[in-house]
């Protein structure tokens, strides 16, 4: 390994909890016509799949959830 470079465990960092999200009241912005769901559990935010809700789900902090929220009004994440 190259001098200065520190190697990291894979997710190091990752302070979130294991969500129970089974009760989870699952919202969709479209009326249920979307790709995405959102629920907010235990001052979290989880996001999933609406097509595949057994997949896993992505947690965000309320600052992370605004910083992604912020970012998807600008384009930041448009592909075309």
Known sequence: MAEGITRRPPFSGWDKPDLDLSNANWRSSSGGRGDVQIAFVEGFIA?????????????????????????????EFDLT
């Not at 595949?52 to 009004?73: C, N, Q």
């Open 47 to 75: 996001m999933r799949n609406s097509g595949r809700p057994e997949s896993p789900s992505l947690i965000f902090t309320p600052d992370e959830w605004g910083a992604f929220v912020s970012g998807a009004r600008e384009g």
